[in-house]
C-alpha cells in the first residue's frame, strides 16, 4: 500500500514540475523591474524657490522633480511656494514662510490602503485628497492644537503664533482639539468642518474646550479670508484637478483605475512643463570688457574684480529612478555677486556622498551603489556634496544635491528553461 501512495505522489510531483516548466517556456527569459517613476514615491513642484528638505542625512534645497521623503521636513522661505504630490493621487500645497514634517506616506496600490500624517508646524498648507478607498485608511493634518482627519475633500490649514484656522473647501473633516503639552486628543472635542465653513482653535482656549466652559463651534468664513492669496490660489487648482477628474470619469474609468489615471495624468503634465535640467555654462556676454590676470583650468578668463558668490551644482540626469550602475555627471559652477556665473574644473573642488547609496569621482560623477548594510533595504537615500576654496580669497564655498534614493539593481540573469 506504501509503494502505490509514493507512486501516487511522485506522478503528482511530475506533473506540477512539468506544468511550472512550459509556464516558463510561454514567459520572457528575462526578468525585468518596471522603470521607478514619480507616481512610486512622493514628488515636489516648486512654483517659487527656496524651499529646503532637512532629513537625516542633511538639509538641501528642492528642485523640481525631487522625491520627498517620509520623515523629513520641508520649510519655504519668504517667497517660496510648492505642491508636494503624494503617491496616494493627493496634493499637498505649501504656502510661503511655512514648516511642515511628513511624518507618514504610504499608500499601497493593490489594497488601496493610504496612510499619510503631515504636521504643520507653523504657517500655511492646502490639501486636495483625492479620496480614501479602505476603511482602515489615514489621511491627517496635524498643528500643536488640533488635527484634521478627512476622506476625501479639500482643505486649508493655518497655524501661526498658537492658533489655528481650518476651512473646509470639498467634502466632510473632523477636526478634534489636540493638548498642545501632551498632543492627547481632548474628548468630546470633535466637531465637522463642511465645505466653506471654518473653525479657529487658540492654544489659550484649550483649556476650556476641555472643561467644557468653551464650546468650539464652526462660522461662516469671511471675504476677506476667502481672498486670501493662498486660499483664493488652491481652489483655484483645486479646480483643475477636478476638471481632469471628471474628464477621466466620462471615460468609464473608476475605482483604482481612476486614481492610477490620474496620477499618471498629473506626472505626464508635469513632466511636459518640466523638461531635464540643462547643463549651466554661463560665460561672460560677448560685449562685456575684463580684466583679467588668471585663467582658470577650464580655459575661461576670471576677471580680477569679480567676487564668488555662490556655487551652483547642475547635471543633466535624473534624480528620479536612479538604480545600482547608474552614472551621474555633475557641473560645478561659480556664481558672482554680479548674477553672472563661470565653469569650474571638478577636479578643484573635494567630492563626498552624504549616504550609503554610492560614491562620487575627484571629477564629480556620482555612481549608484548601495551599501551592504542596506542593500537588502532594496533602496536608500542621500545626497552629494562639493566644497570649493576660491584660490583669491582662499574662501570656502559648499553645496550639494538634491536628496534622492538610490534602488537596487534588478538581476537579469536569463532563466534557465531547460532544466539545467
Do not use: C, H
Amino acid at each position: 500500500m506504501k509503494k502505490y501512495i509514493i507512486f501516487f505522489l511522485l506522478v503528482i510531483a511530475v506533473l506540477l514540475i512539468g506544468g511550472v516548466m512550459m509556464s516558463r517556456r510561454n514567459q520572457p527569459s528575462v526578468y525585468t523591474k518596471e522603470p521607478t517613476s514619480t507616481d512610486t514615491k512622493p514628488w515636489v513642484e516648486i512654483i517659487t524657490p527656496k524651499i529646503m528638505s532637512s532629513t537625516t542625512f542633511g538639509t538641501s534645497e528642492l528642485q523640481t522633480g525631487d522625491e520627498v521623503l517620509a520623515g523629513s521636513q520641508i520649510q519655504t522661505g519668504d517667497v517660496g511656494l510648492g505642491n508636494i504630490y503624494l503617491t496616494d493621487g493627493s496634493v499637498a500645497r505649501v504656502d510661503v514662510g511655512t514648516k511642515i514634517n511628513i511624518e507618514q506616506e504610504e499608500y499601497d496600490q493593490g489594497s488601496q490602503k493610504v496612510g499619510v500624517v503631515i504636521k504643520l508646524v507653523s504657517g500655511r498648507v492646502w490639501t486636495k485628497v483625492f479620496g480614501l478607498v479602505t476603511p482602515d485608511s489615514v489621511w491627517q493634518i496635524k498643528t500643536s492644537n488640533a488635527v484634521a482627519t478627512v476622506r476625501g475633500t479639500a482643505l486649508g490649514v493655518e497655524y501661526i503664533n498658537g492658533q489655528t484656522r481650518i476651512i473646509g473647501s470639498k467634502g466632510l473633516v473632523s477636526v478634534s482639539v489636540l493638548d498642545p503639552k501632551t498632543g492627547a486628543v481632548v474628548k468630546d472635542s470633535a466637531v465637522s468642518i463642511t465645505p466653506n465653513t471654518t473653525v479657529i482653535i487658540k492654544n489659550s482656549d484649550v483649556a476650556g474646550i476641555a472643561s467644557g466652559k468653551i464650546i468650539l463651534a464652526t462660522k461662516t468664513p469671511s471675504i476677506e479670508f476667502l481672498n486670501e492669496s493662498w486660499v483664493s490660489r488652491s481652489v483655484s487648482a483645486d479646480e483643475k484637478l477636478d476638471t481632469l477628474q471628471s474628464q477621466l470619469q466620462s471615460q468609464g474609468l473608476s475605482g483604482n483605475d481612476l486614481r492610477e489615471a490620474f496620477k499618471k495624468q498629473v506626472k505626464q503634465n508635469f513632466i511636459d512643463a518640466n523638461p531635464p535640467v540643462q547643463t549651466d555654462q554661463t560665460t561672460p556676454a560677448q560685449n562685456t570688457t575684463v580684466t583679467s590676470t588668471d585663467t582658470s583650468a577650464t580655459g575661461v578668463t576670471s576677471p580680477t574684480n569679480k567676487i564668488p558668490k555662490s556655487l551652483r551644482l547642475t547635471t543633466k540626469s535624473s534624480f528620479v529612478g536612479v538604480t545600482e550602475g547608474d552614472q551621474i555627471p555633475f557641473v560645478l559652477s561659480v556664481v558672482y555677486i554680479d548674477r553672472t556665473s563661470k565653469v569650474l574644473a571638478n577636479s578643484s573642488a573635494v567630492w563626498s556622498v552624504a549616504g550609503l547609496m554610492g560614491s562620487v569621482s575627484g571629477s564629480g560623477i556620482f555612481t549608484a551603489k548601495l551599501d551592504p548594510t542596506v542593500s537588502e533595504l532594496g533602496e536608500s537615500a542621500g545626497y552629494v556634496a562639493v566644497v570649493w576654496t576660491d584660490p583669491t580669497t582662499k574662501t570656502e564655498f559648499k553645496t550639494q544635491s538634491p536628496t534622492f534614493t538610490v534602488y537596487a539593481a534588478v538581476d537579469t540573469t536569463p532563466i534557465n528553461t531547460q532544466g539545467q
